[in-house]
């Protein structure tokens, strides 16, 4: 079946360092690919997302390119703040079938001052 | 529009007791998910629905757990009897229509704690 594999956290890293949280994935046909974000004590928030191959997703300074000759979507950002301490999620939509979302499990950010 | 609306925000209830969670969907929205969240198994689909009828429960823990969707702007899940390993937190989700590219807008969760 369909499924996400996400770098295991926690990830830590300084202010302004260059952040990368690798995700691949399984799929039948040519899902969309996602990547939200959980901020304490909320639910999860989309960040960006790619609906097909060699698309870029990007927003608040974070990118992630769908590449599917490696069936990857890693995460990155150039400098990462302490506000972007989160826990992220990468995801797949299905195409096919249910059309359901599959998560990866996360991996928690940690950013220190 | 308010979003994704669950509660309670906490529940705390005893082993054996029957725990009801709910939540309203973002009006006009065909899709309606249930996900758990833990430590141990991140974020886990249990049942979603499309256009109020129950497409794919296999992720249904156990007998236990059944969940609902009367109308359009309604669902629960209940779980009955609760036990401590069902302590997590159970997230609504919802999208429009069917299309893959379509994102999904959560609600803010119910932390379940089952003593």
Redesign the interface.
């Known amino acids: 079946g369909n499924s996400v594999t996400q770098m295991e956290g926690p990830v830590t890293l300084s202010e302004e360092a260059f952040l990368t949280i690798n995700c691949t994935y399984t799929a039948t046909g040519y899902?969309?690919l996602?990547w939200?974000v959980q901020y304490p004590?909320?639910?999860?928030?989309?960040l960006l997302?790619a609906?097909k191959a060699d698309d870029k997703g990007s927003n608040k300074g974070f990118e992630a390119t769908y590449r599917k000759e490696t069936t990857s979507f890693h995460l990155e950002k150039g400098s990462v703040q302490v506000s972007d301490s989160a826990v992220y999620?990468c995801a797949l939509?299905?195409?096919t079938g249910?059309?359901?979302?599959?998560?990866?499990?996360?991996t928690r950010l940690f950013v220190k001052a | 529009d308010a979003g994704v609306i669950q509660s309670p925000r906490h529940e705390v209830t005893e082993m054996g007791q029957e725990v009801t969670l709910r939540c309203k969907p973002i009006s006009g929205h065909d899709y309606l998910f249930w996900y758990r969240q833990t430590m141990m198994r991140g974020l886990e689909l249990l049942i979603y629905f499309n256009n109020n009828v129950p497409i794919d429960d296999s992720g249904m823990p156990e007998d236990r757990f059944s969940a609902k969707m009367p109308n359009a702007s309604f669902s629960t899940l209940k779980i009955q009897p609760s036990e401590p390993r069902d302590s997590a937190v159970y997230f609504c989700a919802s999208r429009a229509r069917d299309r893959r590219n379509e994102k999904l807008f959560f609600g803010s969760g119910t932390q379940l704690s089952v003593l």
């Open positions: 899902p969309s996602f939200y004590g909320e639910g999860l928030q989309l997302k609906t999620f939509g299905e195409n249910g059309f359901k979302t599959i998560f990866g499990a996360g």
